[in-house]
Structure formats: structure tokens, C-alpha cells
């Protein structure tokens, strides 16, 4: 097992394109979450996936982000119409489900993003 | 909502010195604690985690205590080294309002000198 494998690490876009990123989370890890790290700060939730589905969203999440995890496995994130304020370092990380709350999760070593 | 509040950096110290990195938290009940290092470059590292009160949590030689009374899991190490430098994260996990997530800190940069 190699960790939370994360896809790619770096990407610089004109502001106004789309991009999409990938993350393959540990196998037998089946929630799966992204945050967004801007510089300075700490990480900040934006979605998470039990399987397939997707429980929840943050209000961070606009219109023009969008995540799937169509099989349950790997997961991508794509934003559309990307905006300078879209730079940041998008995490990925993943946990073993079970109901217990005292996990910790792996996490990738992210992609980051610049709109110029 | 759950919160987590840190004390600000960058923090310098020489190496061998006392670490303390102040951590407090709002949150509903007994959430989880945790504390993640990153270095530059990378992604985060669970560095120790404590789940009840009174729980101290350890690793390479930090150590963290979990105090409710005081909701304050602040991270110490005796001794630092040169190679400890890196932005450190108070986090937890909730047991309600959304508690399948992390909240973090702003993160509080290490620099250790020789």
C-alpha cells in the first residue's frame, strides 16, 4: 500500500479554464475527503464520500466545483471556470468507516493550484 | 460550531530547546484531538492523537495532554532538533455537527536553528 496517491502535484491554469484532479485513496479506506489549504492557513473541508456516495458538502463547495467517486475507489475533483481565488493546495485524504471517531486520516501530498 | 485556535508563529527556537505550541478548542461534547506536521512541499502527517480526557497522546517526542476542563490539547517536546522544523496543526473530529470531518488550526511554523 502506498498511501493516498494524489494527481497531479502541481498545475498552473489561465483563470477562466477547467481542471480536474485525481486522488486513489488507501484501498480499504471507504471515506474519502478534499480540503482546500490556502497559504497560511489550515485545511479546509469541502467534501467527503462514504463509497460512492457523497454525504456532504461544505458551503465552500460553489457551483462551479464539482467531486465524484463513481466507483467507490478514486476520486476526482474538477473545477470549472477557474478563478484567481481558486489558488490554493487541494488535500486529499482518506479513513476507514466503522463509526469510530478516533481516526486520524492519511493524507495525500496534494495538488496545487495556480490561476493566472 | 466546532473550532480550534492556535497560537500564532513562526516560533524559533535553538535546537535542544523546550516546545510548547499552545492548542484550544470549541466543540459539543468530547471530540477527538490531533496534531498534524507538515513539512514544506508535502501533505500532512498525523504526529499524535488523544480521543477522551486526560489522554496524553506521543510521538517521536511530543506529547500532548487532552484537558477538558481547560479544552486545551497543547503540544511539547523536551528537546527539539534542526530537523522538527515544519508547520505544526491542532485538529479534531466532532461528535455532531458534522463530525466525519477535521477542523484545523491555522498551523504554527517551527523553525529550529543550530
Known amino acids: 500500500d502506498t498511501g493516498v496517491s494524489q494527481d497531479p502535484r502541481h498545475k498552473i491554469t489561465k483563470r477562466g479554464q477547467n481542471v480536474t484532479f485525481r486522488c486513489d485513496p488507501i484501498?480499504?479506506?471507504?471515506?474519502l475527503y478534499w480540503y482546500r489549504q490556502t497559504l497560511g492557513q489550515g485545511p479546509e473541508f469541502l467534501t467527503y464520500?462514504?463509497?460512492?456516495?457523497?454525504?456532504?458538502k461544505s458551503r465552500l463547495l460553489s457551483d462551479r466545483f464539482s467531486a465524484e467517486r463513481p466507483k467507490g475507489s478514486f476520486s476526482t475533483l474538477e473545477i470549472q471556470r477557474t478563478e484567481q481565488g481558486d489558488s490554493a493546495m487541494y488535500l486529499c485524504?482518506?479513513?476507514?468507516?466503522?463509526?469510530?471517531?478516533?481516526?486520524?486520516?492519511?493524507f495525500g501530498s496534494g495538488t496545487r493550484l495556480t490561476v493566472v | 460550531g466546532n473550532s480550534v485556535t492556535q497560537m500564532e508563529g513562526p516560533v524559533t527556537l535553538s535546537e535542544e530547546a523546550f516546545l510548547t505550541i499552545n492548542c484550544t478548542y470549541t466543540?459539543?461534547?468530547?471530540?477527538?484531538l490531533f496534531w498534524y506536521v507538515q513539512y514544506p512541499g508535502e501533505g500532512l502527517q498525523l504526529l499524535l492523537k488523544?480521543?477522551?480526557?486526560?489522554d496524553k497522546g506521543s510521538n517521536k517526542g511530543f506529547e500532548a495532554t487532552y484537558r477538558k476542563e481547560t479544552t486545551s490539547f497543547h503540544l511539547e517536546k523536551g528537546s527539539v532538533q534542526v530537523s522538527d522544523s515544519a508547520v505544526y496543526f491542532c485538529?479534531?473530529?466532532?461528535?455532531?455537527?458534522?463530525?466525519?470531518?477535521?477542523?484545523f488550526g491555522t498551523g504554527t511554523q517551527l523553525k529550529v536553528e543550530l
Open positions: 485524504a482518506s479513513t476507514p468507516a466503522g463509526g469510530q471517531i478516533n481516526y486520524g486520516y492519511t
Open positions: 484501498s480499504e479506506h471507504n471515506r
Open positions: 464520500f462514504q463509497n460512492e456516495a457523497q454525504l456532504e
Open positions: 466543540a459539543t461534547g468530547y471530540p477527538s
Open positions: 488523544a480521543t477522551k480526557a486526560d
Open positions: 485538529a479534531l473530529r466532532g461528535l455532531t455537527g458534522g463530525g466525519n470531518k477535521l477542523t
